[in-house]
DNA sequence: CTAAAATTCAAACAAACGTTTGAATGAGCA
DNA sequence: TGCTCATTCAAACGTTTGTTTGAATTTTAG
């Protein structure tokens, strides 16, 4: 098996032609549902072809995400490393974070031409596979790109909960894989949006994303029924310290 | 074929248990490899039991959708009918519809008894699924219910663009679906969260979600660079009325 | 109790699945 | 030219898929 970017030697471009038709096929009707059959006839190779040079399915899967997913996460580290540059050691504003880390990615969903919207809708709508195998491998090439962007979010938040901090990254991917796999992949909102424009949608999720962070932190209910007293007392959970309220104003 | 909800004669259970099973199974593997026989053989019933109660698998899948989400909006009408009753025709806060939406799903993502939260973490993934008769059909279900509630947004935040906060309703339940589906499946933050206790997600969201509708509306960058202005000037697409402004601020 | 209707059951169906095989084909190099 | 090795190809492999069948069984109704 040659798993290699190499040159074969009859059809050089058979390789990314199978793995261009699969991320193709993969969005139209996802994972399970697109046999091999259906990714060799489009791509328009050998049905053996597909075991040949990724050996079987699965692998061919894992190469789909692997080479878009890569290239992806080196932006935005890059993003990251240019605005800790830019800081020089001194605070850093989340929202400058956040941008380093969505921006690339709504980069590469406005990009029709070279399938990036393509494989954006369907990074989006794996991120909750039930596959096993695609989670832990999904899991494991962010888990770098996710611990430095978290450390960067958590110093950035002087004061905030770390886990309130992590609840709302997790809230705002949430939305973002919603916004770009959803567009014309879902179909609550079919014929609902009258300016889809791709350009638009950054500056719209950006917005949204930076109130839903600085939102302020929930105070929870301590004891339901008897109303808690308005600065409550010691109910063992903090009241959101002064510091706090001050870096959510970004 | 008998579809209807009367009880059968044999065992009168066997209807509810093979949707029991298909639910729990949907979310372990997903609706494409979840097979008829893991579900009868989780059932304890006979494989042609399901083709005999529903006609066929793609039946059993909308009744298993079907019989949970018309509880769920029915109780989310019910929740906006309460709200718009209390405001007796005056001015309505966005943060209260909100709440009448989201409220009843995550308390029934909260629900572990009745397998509640199981079927939220499968319609949160189901909402991007690329089967084509499922979206289909979800979009049916939902129709009257996201029409309503986008009424009901539009009114209580006048002077805001409905296009902005269509984009935004939109966010708002990627984020929730996100935070149901992807608790404990995906798997990107696994073993970060600390707390995640369900009673508490939902003054974390609801937290998010309203910071997020709040957020001062994107200004597109009009005419960046030497760039062509599509957007230069009068181009019909105002900047953010004061009125908007005001309103936003719940 | 008996006839009819509803339900369960084991068995089989064709179709589609991912994968493997072994021969045919083509290019690169001696 | 002749040899080698990577690649392509048609065909078949054994499983598993959703569905159907017809008889056995149980419940309902007269």
Redesign the pocket.
């Known amino acids: 098996m040659?798993t290699s970017t190499?040159?074969?030697?009859?059809?050089p471009e058979?390789r990314s032609r199978i793995l261009d038709a699969a991320e193709a096929l993969f969005v139209e009707h996802g994972l399970?549902?697109?046999?091999?059959?259906?990714i060799t006839a489009r791509a328009a190779?050998?049905?053996?072809?597909?075991?040949?040079?990724f050996?079987?399915?699965?692998s061919l899967i894992q190469e789909v995400f692997r080479r878009r997913l890569v290239e992806l996460n080196r932006q935005r580290l890059a993003a990251l490393d240019r605005v800790e540059a830019a800081a020089a050691g001194g605070p850093i504003k989340p929202s400058r974070v956040l941008e380093a880390f969505f921006r690339p990615a709504l980069e590469l969903a406005s990009d029709t031409e070279h399938g990036g919207r393509t494989f954006m809708q369907l990074l989006g709508r794996t991120y909750t596979e039930p596959n096993a195998f695609v989670r832990q491998f999904l899991a494991e090439e962010y888990a770098e790109t996710l611990e430095r962007f978290l450390a960067a979010l958590y110093a950035s938040l002087p004061g905030v909960p770390r886990e309130e901090i992590l609840w709302r990254f997790h809230f705002m991917m949430g939305a973002t894989s919603y916004a770009i796999a959803g567009t014309d992949a879902l179909q609550l909102f079919a014929g609902k949006f009258d300016d889809a424009d791709p350009a638009r949608l950054l500056p719209r999720l950006m917005s949204f994303l930076l109130g839903g962070l600085r939102a302020p932190l929930p105070e929870y209910e301590a004891a339901r029924g008897t109303r808690r007293g308005r600065d409550g007392g010691a109910d063992g959970r903090r009241r959101v310290p002064v510091e706090a309220r001050r870096a959510l104003r970004e």
Do not use: E, F, Q, W
Request: net charge positive; no cysteine; hydrophobic share 30%.
């Open positions: 040659n190499s040159p074969g030697k009859h059809g058979t399970d549902a697109t046999s091999m059959r259906m190779v050998n049905l053996a072809a597909i075991n040949y040079h050996g079987s399915k699965d």
